[in-house]
Each structure stands twice: as C-alpha cells, then as structure tokens.
C-alpha cells in the first residue's frame, strides 16, 4: 500500500534480496515477488521520466505564449496589417514574433502530452477531445489579427497548456520532481 514511486519498489525489492539472502533455501519462493518489485520498479521509472519529460516539454510550451503575449502587449506593429509586412522582413520584432509562433505550432509540447496520453499515462481530467482542441487552436493562431484579437487566442492557449499540466501534477507519482521542473522553466 506504501510503495507509490519506482524508487519505493526498488528499495522493497532490495530489502527483500537481503531477506532471500539471509533465508537460504527458504527464501527461494519468495523471488518471484522479488521479480515483480524490481519489474514495477522498472515500469514506474519509465512513466516517472514519461512524466518529467512531458511537463518539461509543456513548460517551454507555455513559456514560449508567455513570449508571445509579451511580445503582442509589448512591441508595436508585431501584429495586423502592419506585422503581416514587417513579418517578411528579418530582423524585426515581427519576424521574430512569427518564428516563435512557429515553433508553438510545430506542436513539441502537445505531442509530449500526446505521448505520454498514449503510454496509458494518465493527464487526470485531460481527454483527447480537449487535446485536439488545444491542437486546433494553436494552428489557428493568426498574427494577423488585431493585437487585441491575438492575445485572446495565446491566452486562451495558454489556459489550455496550464490546464494540461496541472492535471500531470495531481495524477503524477512524484509532485515534487515535476514542481522542480516548473521551476526551471
């Protein structure tokens, strides 16, 4: 009841060597329990760095829509008309602007959390239909709206990636490693 993370299974399945250990002969039908603690410890590992990977990954995603609200509130002419010509300019804000959208679109983020959905892994309340929602509208994001038009689509993006992590948190074996990651980010 007590063994939750890889690492509880993996220190079990070593006190139960000890124990087999000290046992002898006896202690022989007790190595396949042995084997399933250290194939659970293995299994766990795997979805605890599944996990870590994905919310790693979902941090930059939605640090990369805080640069791009940023950047919306902040530079003018990044956006509209104006961002649509400057946009096919290097070197400008507005450029800059647009291969950041870009690199939101190419879906790194939402592909980990697709992943780790697929793995069996569990996003809490997180359902396909609202991945694919999330993945719609990050494709749909146009910077050639008005400003104000551009920052209600990255807002609503990044409640929708908030959204996705949050449930990571409260479904996930270790809390405090995926906090640590946030922390990074």
């Known amino acids: 009841g007590s063994l939750q993370t890889a690492e509880d299974y993996r220190n079990a399945a070593s006190n139960l060597a000890r124990q087999i250990a000290v046992m ?6 007790l190595i396949p329990m042995l084997t399933q603690l250290q194939e659970q410890a293995k299994r766990l590992e795997g979805v605890e760095k599944s996990q870590q990977t994905t919310t790693r990954s979902t941090a930059q995603g939605i640090q990369t829509v805080e640069d791009l609200i940023n950047s919306v509130e902040t530079e003018q002419g990044v ?3 104006w961002g ?3 946009g096919k300019l290097p070197w400008t804000k507005a450029r800059e602007l647009r291969i950041d959208a870009d690199t939101l ?14 793995t069996g892994a569990t996003l809490g309340s997180v359902s396909e239909a ?7 509208e990050i494709a749909q994001l146009n910077l050639d709206q008005s ?5 209600k689509d990255l807002n609503k993006i990044q409640s929708r990636y908030q ?4 449930a990571a948190y409260r479904d996930t074996n270790q809390p405090e490693k995926l906090d640590a990651i946030m922390q990074e980010v």
């Not at 959204?163 to 949050?166: E, G, Q, T, V, Y």
């Open 24 to 29: 002898g002969d006896a202690g022989q039908s």
């Open 105 to 118: 679109r190419s879906n790194m983020a939402l592909d980990a959390l697709k992943n780790l959905k697929a």
């Open 84 to 86: 649509m010509m400057l």
């Open 163 to 166: 959204n996705a992590i949050r």
């Open 147 to 151: 400003q104000a038009a551009v920052l």
């Open 130 to 136: 609202e991945l694919r929602l999330l993945e719609s």
């Open 79 to 81: 956006t509209g008309f």
